[in-house]
């Protein structure tokens, strides 16, 4: 009996790996495009996980257009210098890891896939209005042909250069990496994996971990725990800032909310409103390539509106406001990097309804401007009065409002008991007066 019991003891040991354990995987979700927001919450989140010691592996969701060079290379430094090792995955289906994101699946330690996402397409995009990084576009400028492709071909080589050092760091197919870099290309998952561009595909991060844990990390993982990292609501708000929608309408509504102030002083809370929206919006062009002279036309835009109140013109200030609006915000992104610029679409619904908005406020300050006064001295102008006795020496009484007030006239003036008398003024609770 007792060997029966040791018999099966041994057997279900037999069963159960010895070097099994439980695997702690950091998540970090990085669903945005790549700026100093997004750089920041995933450079912070690597080095709290290695200050932090409790995971055996980092995994990093990636799903992105794109973005910018710079902190593209500081996410790419920091998953380098990560003693853990990180998995970077392209998930959920649909997802991708297009232009800057490329180099971030590139340069983890392990790179996966989902199917139904795509990677690639990395050639870089000037920041600036006018100039591509592509010589058959910039062949059309004779003046500006020779340096314009001088600037293009040193991007291109040290963008091509960056991703040949990520590739060969991490024994990646170099030719096929550079080529997304020199030529535009885009990548199924399958073709990823065929290439040697990535590791794995699969859908599923427990199955995938588990994969990785086997057959990089040398244990079998009987149970898996996600630790994950999302935006803090801080790192929300910064990155609503980093959309040019957003940046735009807190632009229009910044320069509306101080005039307004400038109109009606001491209304407070629009001026207090536009200072916020403004402060706000050069905060957003930290991240966003801002252009100047988009700003200055959208500003020369509100001023023709402003000016349709004050000329004549049957309505071709207004027009021309609204069209300097357009051109100005068509302007005002200078970048045709992904998810960094406006839509046509959005440009002319926000122009028309602010248009419209500030048209609407401009009439009623106007009509405000335009009404009588009805309080203090100077409602009593053009007001008038009846005298309650004779004046003599250009001095008597009068009953106005009410009340009876000391009044005045030039000395020559004859006015009488029962006349009807203007009032032109008020000095020292005594009234101006004239006869009618």
Same mark, same amino acid.
């Given at each position: 009996m007792k060997r029966l019991f040791l018999s099966g003891i041994l057997i279900i040991l037999s069963l159960v790996p010895l070097n099994a354990k439980e695997l702690r995987c950091g998540v970090i979700k990085f669903n945005d495009t790549v700026q100093p927001v997004s750089a920041q919450f995933v450079i912070s989140s *690597?080095?709290?996980?290695?200050? &932090?010691?409790? $995971?055996?592996?980092?995994?990093?969701?990636?799903?992105?257009?794109?973005?910018?060079?710079?902190?593209?290379?500081?996410?790419?430094? @920091?998953?380098?210098?990560?003693?853990?090792?990180?998995?970077?995955? $392209?998930?959920?289906?649909?997802?991708?890891? @297009?232009? @800057?994101g490329f180099f971030i699946l590139m340069s983890g330690n392990y790179a996966a896939m989902a199917d139904g996402t795509n990677a690639g397409a990395a050639h870089p995009v000037s920041l600036m209005p006018g100039f591509s990084?592509?010589?058959?576009?910039?062949?059309? &400028?004779?003046? +500006?042909?020779? %340096?314009? %492709?001088?600037? @293009?071909?040193?991007?291109? +080589?040290?963008?091509?250069?960056?991703?040949?050092?990520?590739? +060969?760091?991490r024994g990646r197919n170099v030719q096929y990496a550079e080529k997304a870099v020199r030529e535009s290309k885009s990548y199924s998952a399958k073709e990823c994996l065929k290439l040697n561009l990535i590791d794995y595909i699969e859908s599923d991060p427990y199955i995938l971990v588990k994969k990785i844990a086997k057959e990089k990390l040398g244990f079998d993982a009987d149970n898996v725990v996600f630790i994950t990292k999302e935006y803090s609501l801080r790192e929300r708000i910064l990155s609503i800032l980093a959309s040019p929608e957003i940046a735009y309408l807190l632009f229009l509504a910044g320069i509306i909310g101080i005039f307004i102030e400038i109109k009606s002083p001491g209304a407070i809370f629009p001026g207090l409103f536009g200072a916020i929206c403004l402060i706000l919006f050069f905060f957003s062009t930290k991240v966003l390539p801002v252009s100047i002279a988009g700003m200055l036309f959208i500003v020369l835009g509100i001023l023709l509106i402003i000016m349709e109140f004050k000329i004549v013109s049957y309505g071709f200030l207004t027009l021309g406001g609204l069209f300097s609006m357009v051109i100005g915000s068509l302007?005002?992104?200078?970048?045709?990097?992904p998810g960094f610029n406006?839509?046509?679409s959005s440009i002319i619904f926000s122009a028309l309804l602010f248009g419209i908005v500030f048209a609407v406020v401009i009439y009623f300050i106007v009509q405000s401007q335009k009404e009588k006064i009805h309080t203090g001295k100077e409602s009593f102008m053009g007001k008038k009065a009846e005298a309650v006795m004779d004046f003599e020496n250009g001095k008597g009484k009068v009953f106005f409002n009410g009340e009876y007030w000391d009044a005045e006239c030039d000395?020559?003036? %004859? $006015?009488?008991? &029962?006349?009807? $008398?203007? *009032?032109?003024?008020?000095? +020292?609770?005594?009234?101006? *007066?004239?006869g009618v």
């Open positions: *690597i080095k709290e996980f290695n200050r &932090g010691k409790d $995971v055996d592996l980092i995994l990093i969701e990636l799903n992105t257009p794109g973005g910018l060079l710079k902190s593209t290379r500081e996410i790419v430094s @920091a998953i380098f210098e990560s003693e853990i090792p990180v998995c970077v995955y $392209v998930y959920p289906s649909g997802s991708q890891a @297009a232009s @800057a990084l592509n010589n058959k576009d910039n062949d059309k &400028g004779k003046g +500006e042909k020779q %340096n314009g %492709n001088i600037l @293009a071909e040193k991007i291109v +080589e040290d963008t091509a250069a960056f991703i040949r050092s990520i590739a +060969e760091k302007m005002l992104f200078k970048s045709d990097l406006l839509s046509f000395e020559n003036c %004859n $006015v009488k008991k &029962g006349d009807k $008398v203007l *009032i032109t003024g008020v000095e +020292e609770m005594i009234l101006k *007066i004239k």
